[in-house]
């Protein structure tokens, strides 16, 4: 029997669909593997804030990681619209500005969570499996 195959992902309540919202290619590709590789539903991956705020609507997501730091217009506005037209949303403000500032400003746009990048998995993980346990948790 081959180790790899007998390896089980972690079992997630399937409750959070993950949108993020992020200019660098780089990193919606490496938060998406990490998601989906521990067993999160990743519904979507925008390059800009407007694709962010159309796909808000069209992907059903109830998670959106965004990064903070994007042309035109800023992750903070995406959030704001976002907790303002999305029922309920679950936002995480990711940044690699962790100035206390940046920090405070998210939480206030409705971010319920903060990740300064260059993140650890372990950071990333923990943060959408308490919003998975918290949404299993409202939705039974």
Same mark, same amino acid.
């Given at each position: 029997?081959?180790? @790899?195959?007998?390896?089980? $992902? +972690?079992?997630?309540?399937?409750?959070?669909?993950?949108?993020?919202?992020?200019?660098?290619?780089?990193?919606?590709?490496?938060?998406?593997?990490?998601?989906?590789?521990?067993? %999160?539903?990743? @519904?979507?991956?925008?390059?800009?804030?407007?694709?962010?705020?159309?796909?808000?609507?069209?992907?059903?997501?109830? @998670?959106?990681?965004?990064? @903070?730091?994007? +042309?035109?217009?800023?992750? &903070?506005?995406?959030?704001?619209?976002?907790?303002?037209?999305?029922?309920? +949303?679950?936002?995480?403000?990711?940044?690699?500005?962790? &100035?206390?500032?940046?920090?405070?400003?998210?939480?206030?746009?409705?971010?319920?969570?903060?990740?300064? $990048? +260059? %993140?650890?998995?372990?950071?990333?993980i923990r943060a959408v499996e308490k919003?998975? &346990?918290?949404?299993? $948790?409202?939705?039974?």
């Amino acid at each position: 029997m081959d180790n @790899v195959e007998s390896i089980k $992902k +972690p079992t997630r309540s399937g409750h959070a669909k993950v949108l993020i919202i992020d200019d660098s290619d780089l990193s919606r590709r490496t938060v998406a593997s990490i998601l989906e590789n521990e067993g %999160f539903r990743v @519904v979507g991956q925008a390059a800009n804030a407007e694709q962010g705020m159309q796909q808000a609507y069209s992907t059903g997501a109830n @998670v959106f990681l965004i990064d @903070v730091v994007m +042309p035109d217009i800023s992750g &903070i506005e995406v959030a704001n619209y976002i907790r303002e037209n999305i029922k309920e +949303p679950k936002i995480i403000m990711m940044s690699s500005l962790d &100035i206390e500032s940046v920090i405070i400003e998210s939480i206030s746009s409705g971010a319920i969570d903060f990740i300064s $990048k +260059p %993140f650890e998995e372990r950071d990333l993980i923990r943060a959408v499996e308490k919003i998975d &346990i918290e949404l299993q $948790k409202e939705h039974g």
